[in-house]
T-cell receptor, first 112, second 112 residues
Framework: KQEVTQIPAALSVPEGENLVLNCSFT??????LQWFRQDPGKGLTSLLL?????REQTSGRLNASLDKSSGRSTLYIAASQPGDSATYLC???????????FGAGTRLAVHP | EAQVTQNPRYLITVTGKKLTVTCSQN?????MSWYRQDPGLGLRQIYY???????DKGDVPEGYKVSRKEKRNFPLILESPSPNQTSLYFC???????????FGSGTRLTVV
């Protein structure tokens, strides 16, 4: 059974730091991996989608990598800002494109 | 604007009173899913649909029903809600081509 783990569970950093959020999964047979952002009480916003055949994706200050063989993905946030404060969720499509398995998330606080 | 729309956003109801949470997408997506999010348990899939009239159970389907009579709509039905169904519910959709899921803003349901 696929399990997704995110480390750390929470992170508090000063503005301007570069950050790395980690995601690991137990079964390497995935279709894709998606990183989401969730603000308190709000919906999920898709940040980056990495197909199983890809190694990384970039969008602005965000860069996500995927190492399927080791079951790991990292989300790199450059030059963090207070507006980046949110919970970041990692999800893998496993057992079908339609079946997302989520990690518990990393709660990020960036203070001025 | 491409989006997934859920209604209502907030709902308080009493045990046993049937309710429906609506979900609609305007992207002509084939795949649709329902998730619930609970503290400490994360996001878990309730039901999913691969196309009109094609639905299947996710990880936590007990106490829920769905239907997919039209491509754009995927309502979640609670025939006899119970307090353990108090949760934050999300609808999501994805088109063919593996471009990742788009989530709605969520429905916060409280059953008393």
């Amino acid at each position: 059974k696929q399990e997704v783990t995110q480390i750390p569970a929470a992170l508090s950093v000063p503005e301007g730091e570069n950050l790395v959020l980690n995601c690991s999964f137990t079964d390497s047979a995935i279709y894709n991996l998606q990183w989401f952002r969730q603000d308190p009480g709000k919906g999920l916003t898709s940040l980056l989608l990495i197909q199983s055949s890809q190694r990384e994706q970039t969008s602005g200050r965000l860069n996500a990598s995927l190492d399927k063989s080791s079951g790991r993905s990292t989300l790199y946030i450059a030059a963090s800002q207070p507006g980046d404060s949110a919970t970041y969720l990692c999800a893998v499509a496993s057992g079908g494109y339609n079946k997302l398995i989520f990690g518990a998330g990393t709660r990020l606080a960036v203070h001025p | 604007e491409a989006q997934v729309t859920q209604n209502p956003r907030y709902l308080i109801t009493v045990t046993g009173k049937k309710l429906t949470v609506t979900c609609s997408q305007n992207m002509n997506h084939e795949y649709m899913s329902w998730y619930r999010q609970d503290p400490g348990l994360g996001l878990r899939q309730i039901y999913y649909s691969m196309n009109v009239e094609v639905t299947d159970k996710g990880d936590v389907p007990e106490g829920y029903k769905v239907s997919r009579k039209e491509k754009r709509n995927f309502p979640l039905i609670l025939e006899s809600p119970s307090p353990n169904q108090t949760s934050l519910y999300f609808c999501a959709s994805m088109g063919q081509g593996n471009y990742g899921y788009t989530f709605g803003s969520g429905t916060r349901l409280t059953v008393v």
